[in-house]
C-alpha cells in the first residue's frame, strides 16, 4: 500500500523521483477503494480499474520518454456532476440522480480533459457521490445513497460535494474535483478535515459541468494541502471559448504564486504585511462554542506569522440566505427543465400522453429536493411574482458583492468559520430543509459575489470533529488565498491528521 500514501505533490515528487510508478501508485489506491470499509463510505459511485491502470502504464511511458508533465500519473477522481466520456473512460455521469441513470456522455468535461490523459496526464479512478443535481449540505439527497464521514460515520460528510471530501478524507483518492455554488467544496472540507478551494467564477469552465445554478457553480479541486490545491487549480484553470463565462485571462502558476515570497517577509513572518478582515457578522453569538475556539486559534497562528486582524464588517451577510434560495432555484428550474423524457435521461414506461410523460418522467426521476427547488424556482420566476422576488434578490446580489468590495479597501482577505457547527448527525435535517439552508449563512455571500474562498482545516470541536477556516479573496486573488493557507499549513499539523480507520 506504499503507493497510496501522500497528497499530490507527495506523489508527483516521488512520481518524478521514480522512487514509484503510477502504475504502482493506482492499483495500491484501487485496493483501498475496492476494501469493504471503502465501499461502507459510500463516496464512490463507480470505478473502472481497467481503464485507470491502462492510462497509469501510459503515464509511466511518457515519463519514461521525458514527456511527463508536474502531475502526470497521479490519481484523481471526478464528482459525479462532470461528464465523463464513456467510451472512453466507461464511466456513467449520473449527478446523483435517478433522472441520468443510464445516460453516456460523449464527451469529457474541459476540467476532466484538462486534469486528464488530454492535459495534465492524471489518472482518472472513478466517479464520486453528491447530492442531486448538487442540490444539499449533507449528501444525503443523493438518488444512490449517502456519504458518511471518515471521521464519523454517523454524521454527514457535508455537501453537495461530500463523495469528494470524503474521499480525500479517507485517504482513497490524494485529491478530487468538486463544485461549490453556494459552499459545496467549501462546507465538505471544513466537515471532513480536508483543504478545499472554490476560486473566482469564471476561472475554471463550466462546459461539461451538468448545471445547477449557472450564475454560481464553480469547479474546484479537493485536497489534502493548500500546495496540493494550487497544483490542481493551475491545471484545471484557464479560459475556456465553449463556456460563455468563463474569464478570458493569461494562465496563471498558482504554485508559483504560493510559493512567491511576499515584501518584508522573513522566514518567521511569511504573512507580514498581510491584512487579515474578521466580519463581526462571521462571529454571531450563535456560533458554536467549540467552532469559534477552533477558528479564532487558527487566527491567532495566522497572527504569529506575521499577519495583522481587522475588524469588519458584511452588514448585509444575513440576506444571502433568502437571496441564494431565489436566485438558485430559478436558475435550477430554468436548467433542469431540458430533463423531461423526451431527449435523454429517465422516461417513464408506457405513458398515456405527451403531458403523462412529462409529469410521470420527471416524478419518477427527481428526488424531494429537487422537486422542491424545482417547485421554489419556477414560483419567484412567474408572472407576478418576478419583480417582487427574483428582481429583488439580483439587486441585493449587487449590493452583497458592494459589502466585499468596502471591506477589500481594509484588508487583503477576509476570514471566518466556514459553518456556524461541525457535522451534524444523518438524518438530523431531514425533516427541516430550512436548518439546513441556514447552516450556509457563511459560505452563501462569497458565492453570490462570485469571489474565491477556500476551506483550511483548523483543529477540531465537538466530538473530535473537523473545523475549517474560510479565507475568502478579492476576485483573482487565489494566489493570496493558497499563499495564507500554505503559510498556516508549513506551521501547524491540522491538515496532517487522518481518521482513524
Known amino acids: 500500500m506504499n503507493g497510496a500514501k501522500g497528497g499530490v505533490a507527495g506523489l508527483a515528487r516521488r512520481l518524478a ?12 489506491h484501487l485496493d483501498v477503494i475496492a476494501s469493504v470499509e471503502s465501499r461502507a463510505l459510500g463516496a464512490f459511485l463507480a470505478v473502472d480499474a481497467e481503464h485507470a491502470l491502462a492510462d497509469a502504464q501510459a503515464a509511466d511511458e511518457r515519463r519514461a520518454r521525458g514527456e511527463a508533465g508536474p502531475l502526470t500519473g497521479v490519481p484523481v477522481a471526478h464528482k459525479d456532476i462532470f461528464v465523463t466520456d464513456h467510451a472512453r473512460s ?5 449527478a446523483g440522480s435517478k433522472m441520468l441513470v443510464g445516460y453516456q456522455s460523449p464527451f469529457d468535461a474541459t476540467v476532466v480533459a484538462r486534469l486528464g490523459t488530454a492535459g495534465a496526464g492524471m489518472v482518472t479512478l472513478g466517479k464520486l457521490n453528491c447530492d442531486e443535481f448538487a442540490m444539499g449540505s449533507s449528501n444525503e439527497n443523493s438518488a444512490f445513497g449517502p456519504v458518511l464521514n471518515p471521521w464519523d460515520a454517523t454524521r454527514v460528510p457535508g455537501g453537495s460535494s461530500g463523495g469528494s471530501a470524503a474521499a480525500v478524507a479517507a485517504r482513497l483518492v490524494p485529491a478530487a474535483t468538486g463544485t461549490d455554488t453556494g459552499g459545496s467544496i467549501r462546507q465538505p472540507a471544513s466537515f471532513c478535515g480536508v483543504t478545499g478551494i472554490k476560486p473566482t467564477y469564471g476561472l475554471c469552465s463550466r462546459w461539461g459541468m451538468v448545471a445547477f445554478a449557472s450564475s454560481l457553480d464553480q469547479a474546484g479541486p479537493l485536497a489534502r494541502t493548500a500546495e496540493d490545491c494550487a497544483l490542481l487549480l493551475s491545471a484545471m484553470s484557464g479560459f475556456d471559448a465553449r463556456d460563455a463565462t468563463s474569464a478570458e485571462r493569461p494562465p496563471v502558476d498558482l504554485h508559483a504564486a504560493m510559493q512567491t515570497q511576499r515584501e518584508g517577509a522573513t522566514a518567521g513572518r511569511p504573512l507580514a504585511g498581510l491584512r487579515i478582515g474578521l466580519p463581526k457578522e462571521f462571529f454571531p453569538a450563535a456560533l458554536a462554542a467549540d467552532v469559534a475556539g477552533a477558528v479564532r486559534a487558527a487566527l491567532a497562528e495566522l497572527e504569529k506569522l506575521g499577519a495583522t486582524l481587522v475588524d469588519v464588517s458584511l452588514p448585509r451577510t444575513e440576506l444571502a440566505i433568502p437571496v441564494y434560495y431565489i436566485i438558485a432555484p430559478a436558475e435550477a428550474s430554468s436548467n433542469l427543465s431540458r430533463f423531461d423524457g423526451v431527449r435523454y435521461g429517465h422516461r417513464t414506461a408506457a405513458p398515456a400522453d405527451l ?33 417582487a422576488y427574483y428582481l429583488q434578490a439580483q439587486k441585493l446580489r449587487r449590493m452583497i458583492a458592494d459589502d466585499f468590495q468596502a471591506c477589500f479597501k481594509q484588508c487583503d482577505v477576509i476570514a471566518g468559520p466556514v459553518a456556524p457547527t461541525v457535522a451534524w448527525r444523518l438524518g438530523a435535517q431531514a425533516g427541516d430543509p430550512v436548518k439546513a439552508y441556514l ?18 482545516p483548523a483543529g477540531t470541536g465537538e466530538g473530535g470533529m473537523p473545523v475549517g477556516l474560510q479565507l475568502i479573496g478579492n476576485y483573482f486573488a487565489e494566489g493570496t488565498l493558497l499563499h495564507a493557507a500554505h503559510a498556516l499549513q508549513q506551521a501547524t499539523d491540522w491538515h496532517l491528521r487522518e481518521p482513524q480507520r
Not at 17 to 28: I, K, L, P, Q
Open 17 to 28: 523521483a521514480r522512487e514509484v510508478s503510477s502504475v504502482e501508485v493506482v492499483r495500491a
Open 355 to 387: 403531458m403523462a410523460l412529462y409529469k410521470h418522467s420527471r416524478s419518477e426521476g427527481f428526488g424531494p429536493e429537487v422537486k422542491r427547488r424545482i417547485m421554489i424556482g419556477t414560483y419567484v420566476l412567474s408572472h407576478g411574482y418576478y419583480d
Open 439 to 456: 447552516a450556509d449563512i457563511f459560505t452563501l455571500p462569497a458565492s453570490l459575489a462570485g469571489l474565491p474562498g477556500m476551506s483550511v
Open 90 to 94: 466507461g464511466l456513467p455521469t449520473t
